[in-house]
């Protein structure tokens, strides 16, 4: 039995779609490894932004109640992936990964060359091969893939301009990293 999954990678058409389809896992421990790491306001209000683009994209698929593609036939595919059993518009993964990409692809900019360069590859790679997995794996229709970006844009526009808008949002949770930084580790 898979971590978390009743699958293996043996399981999937290739290595890199299994390694994609656990992008949760990856970019979950990434982002609490950098707010450990960073302890930085920007960072934790960062996270909450995403966490919130998971759990409203789900609240909106209930509402818009989309089915998702019909399971591939299994004669066709050596794929063993048992279909999702929620609805398909918008896509979650879509969803939280475009809120990363537009939210931190301006901020590789800062960093020094190579790196830079590498970054700014790494993380748009990382999107492009992310929802293009999402249609290759059969759990979503391509409008339900762009339809997932296109509400993972507004969330990260609207999540960064609050941020911006509003400094003391900062200084609020800086206070509460801090105060809960002590407790755990002071």
């Known amino acids: 039995m898979g971590f978390l999954k009743p699958h293996k990678p043996s399981d999937y058409p290739s290595t890199l779609l299994y390694i994609l389809d ?60 048992r279909p999702k059993r929620t609805y398909g518009m918008p896509s979650t993964h879509s969803t939280a990964l475009t809120f990363y990409f537009i939210y931190l692809i301006p901020y590789v900019q800062y960093l020094s060359f190579p790196l830079s360069w590498l970054a700014g590859v790494g993380v748009s790679g990382y999107w492009v091969l992310g929802l293009w997995s999402r249609k290759q794996l059969g759990y979503h229709t391509w409008e339900q893939i762009l339809g997932g970006a296109l509400y993972g844009t507004l969330l990260a526009l609207g999540w960064k301009w609050v941020y911006g808008m509003y400094p003391s949002i900062g200084t609020g949770i800086h206070g509460i990293v801090d105060g809960v930084w002590a407790r755990v580790f002071g």
Do not use: C, M, Q
Not at 49 to 56: K, Y
Not at 57 to 65: E, P, Q
């Open 22 to 81: 656990e992008t949760h896992i990856t970019v979950t421990l990434s982002t609490a490894l950098a707010i450990l790491y960073t302890r930085n306001a920007h960072v934790v209000w960062f996270a909450i932004g995403a966490l919130n683009s998971s759990l409203s994209a789900k609240l909106l698929k209930n509402l818009i109640r989309n089915p998702r593609p019909p399971p591939p036939d299994p004669s066709s595919s050596p794929s063993k992936i």
